[in-house]
């Protein structure tokens, strides 16, 4: 994994040189040369900073300021590959940050990313795949998450399958509630889910 701090040291850069640019520049350089399978960077949001992860096929991770970044690229770099870079250009990274920055500024009610789903696989995948239909501004059980990956009784099996989704808000698993309408769990806390819902008008 590479970042900033150690781009700088190892290219002896000055203050006159724009990192942010030759980190890019680098980034692109790897990606076309095949020499890099993931780049990153963090995106700032009103609900915190979310770290985006991209391969070439699309969106492989959105990770919520309640995990520590290192920990989750270093998951990565063991679950995909090291060969990880903080890029906020290669692979289209620059195109989730300008898609959430429309979401959360209330201009954009679907996504239009490609997805990697690589991290995910099975009923898992099937939950997580149902997910990203949900329309903005509507909701649905765990019930019926289930029912809709093919397995209506295992309700519980589609909570977890949520709590594991490693892209929220694009893959929106704030938009299943229990039965009844409580809100349930999240992976990015109660207060990041509530925040979702009222941008999309479920809750005032």
């Not at 990956?149 to 594991?164: K, M, T, V, Y």
């Not at 704030?174 to 992976?187: D, I, M, T």
Request: net charge negative.
């Amino acid at each position: 994994m590479t970042n900033e701090t150690e781009l700088k040291s190892a290219l002896g850069a000055t203050p006159a040189v724009d990192l942010a640019d030759l980190t890019a520049r680098i980034g692109r350089a790897a990606g076309a040369e095949g020499t890099l399978d993931l780049a990153y960077c963090e995106i700032d949001s009103p609900v915190g900073s979310l770290l985006g992860v991209v391969s070439p096929t699309g969106l492989i991770k959105l990770g919520y300021p309640n995990r520590e970044v290192d920990e989750q690229l270093e998951w990565l770099a063991a679950t995909v590959s090291p060969r990880i870079l903080e890029s906020p250009t290669a692979f289209g990274l620059d195109e989730v940050r300008r898609e959430l920055d429309q979401y959360f500024e209330g201009e954009r009610r679907s996504f239009d990313l490609p997805i990697d789903w690589s991290l995910t696989k099975g009923f898992v995948n099937d939950v997580l795949r149902q997910t990203a239909r949900i329309p903005f501004g509507e909701t649905r059980s765990y019930g019926e998450m289930a029912t809709s990956a093919g397995s209506p009784r295992a309700f519980r099996a589609a909570g977890s399958a949520l709590g594991a989704n490693p892209i929220p808000i694009v893959v929106p698993c704030h938009r299943v509630l229990r039965s009844g309408g409580a809100l349930g769990g999240y992976g990015g806390g109660l207060d990041v889910k509530i925040k979702l819902l009222e941008l999309e008008g479920v809750l005032t």
